[in-house]
């Protein structure tokens, strides 16, 4: 199984994996862009893990359905949280400066995220409005919920696709010399590749709670 979906994909998909910066360094202006998206990033980052570790960690425990419900429904919460609120720091930050179509590159990831914190914020209703005290209806609705995110997998390719279409030019660098954006791509990867966290899905969390549907 692969890990679960984290912010740690926006910054290894603007980041890249090289230290190719010219002798000058970025633009200061693209420098104060990549700060104000990076230092958004970090406590986004721990809730979706949190949330999705506290997922997995529940089913593995074979929980009542009370508690796996309230588990669930607090970490899509989280989750929708989290990634809304990317979503809208990469929005406030703007077009990054100097790049080519960058406001509508901008906008493609912006509309990414925003649609996987809905499909979060659904999943989350979806479990509220689970019966708790009928055992079958229980188990087959969350096991529509795992197949759900599951196939959440399209969204998250597509957000990473949009994040690695907004780098251009001294973008991976600027957001390299981010504090915040190295503390968090070094924790999603061995080095902050986009290769290696475009493959990120919603798998370990989704057969979790397949697996505790039926328990």
Same mark, same amino acid.
């Given at each position: 199984?692969?890990?679960?979906?984290?912010? #740690?994909?926006?910054?290894? !998909?603007?980041?890249?994996?090289?230290?190719?910066?010219?002798?000058?360094?970025?633009?200061?202006?693209?420098?104060?862009?990549?700060?104000?998206?990076? %230092?958004?990033?970090?406590?986004? %980052?721990?809730?979706?893990?949190?949330?999705?570790? #506290?997922?997995?960690?529940?089913?593995?425990?074979?929980?009542?359905?009370?508690?796996?419900?309230?588990?669930?429904?607090?970490?899509?919460?989280?989750?929708? %949280?989290?990634? $809304? #609120?990317?979503?809208?720091?990469?929005? *406030?930050?703007? !077009?990054?400066?100097?790049?080519? &179509?960058? #406001?509508?590159?901008?906008? %493609?990831?912006?509309?990414?995220?925003?649609?996987?914190?809905?499909?979060? !914020?659904?999943? $989350?209703?979806?479990?509220?409005?689970?019966?708790?005290?009928?055992?079958?209806?229980?188990?087959?609705?969350?096991?529509?919920?795992?197949?759900?995110?599951?196939?959440? *997998?399209?969204?998250?390719?597509?957000?990473? *696709?949009?994040?690695?279409?907004?780098?251009?030019?001294?973008?991976?660098?600027?957001?390299?010399?981010?504090? +915040?954006?190295?503390?968090?791509?070094?924790? &999603?990867?061995? +080095?902050?590749?986009?290769?290696?966290?475009?493959?990120?899905?919603?798998?370990?969390?989704?057969?979790?709670?397949?697996? +505790?549907?039926?328990?």
């Amino acid at each position: 199984s692969t890990a679960p979906p984290d912010s #740690a994909v926006l910054v290894a !998909a603007l980041s890249g994996c090289s230290g190719n910066s010219a002798p000058k360094g970025p633009d200061p202006k693209l420098v104060s862009w990549a700060k104000s998206v990076c %230092d958004a990033v970090p406590a986004q %980052d721990a809730k979706i893990k949190a949330a999705n570790a #506290a997922i997995s960690t529940t089913a593995a425990d074979t929980a009542k359905p009370e508690t796996l419900q309230k588990t669930d429904s607090k970490a899509f919460q989280d989750m929708a %949280d989290g990634y $809304k #609120a990317i979503a809208t720091a990469v929005n *406030e930050a703007g !077009a990054p400066p100097g790049v080519s &179509g960058g #406001a509508k590159r901008l906008g %493609d990831v912006v509309k990414s995220f925003n649609s996987l914190s809905t499909s979060y !914020a659904d999943l $989350k209703k979806q479990v509220d409005d689970l019966d708790t005290k009928d055992q079958a209806k229980f188990a087959s609705g969350l096991h529509d919920v795992a197949t759900q995110m599951t196939e959440l *997998e399209k969204k998250h390719q597509s957000g990473t *696709e949009s994040l690695k279409a907004l780098q251009q030019g001294e973008v991976q660098d600027a957001i390299a010399q981010q504090p +915040s954006c190295k503390k968090v791509a070094s924790s &999603g990867a061995s +080095s902050p590749s986009a290769a290696a966290t475009a493959g990120s899905t919603p798998t370990c969390a989704a057969a979790a709670i397949a697996a +505790s549907a039926f328990n």
